[in-house]
């Protein structure tokens, strides 16, 4: 992560001269660079979230019901590392027995997972049923 959005920004500047465009001269271009710098500090703020998951998933009950949850259709966005592009995705979670989470924990936890440079697949997928065995303490049945 940069030291700062000022030198994410200046980074960005470089680039876009790079690329053959004068950031500086360009009333299209004002502001792109600490825009850009925000997104990307923003895009790839989940590698910070591992005290997340444990602090998300740390506060589910337990429970004798074995019935299964899922959470269908969130939309997440993440970047791939291949081109530093946007990708965008759609998750189905379920996890079932032992211990209850809300939905909405599950959505959070989708989000701030999905905050990384990833693979789309396996990637994404293989982040939150990781998160979910570990800070749940069981594996999900399939």
């Excluded at 465009?21 to 660079?33: I, M, N, W």
């Excluded at 990708?87 to 997972?113: E, K, M």
Aim: aromatic fraction near 2%; charged fraction near 20%; glycine fraction near 10%.
């Amino acid at each position: 992560m940069p030291a700062s959005i000022d030198d994410a920004a200046k980074a960005i500047g470089d680039f876009l001269t790079a690329l053959g465009l004068s950031p500086a001269g360009d009333p299209e271009l004002a502001g792109t660079r600490a825009r850009r710098a925000r997104l990307g500090r923003r895009a790839v703020d989940g590698y910070a979230t591992d005290f997340r998951a444990r602090a998300l998933l740390g506060g589910a009950l337990a429970s004798e019901e074995r019935s299964m949850v899922a959470v269908l259709d969130l939309d997440h966005a993440s970047v791939c590392p291949h081109h530093l592009m946007p990708v965008q995705g759609r998750a189905h979670v379920a996890t079932s027995g032992g211990r209850i989470v809300g939905l909405g924990v599950i959505a959070q936890l989708v989000d701030a997972l999905s905050h990384r440079l990833v693979l789309q697949d396996p990637g994404s997928a293989r982040r939150v049923a990781d998160a979910l065995v570990t800070h749940l303490a069981r594996a999900p049945r399939g």
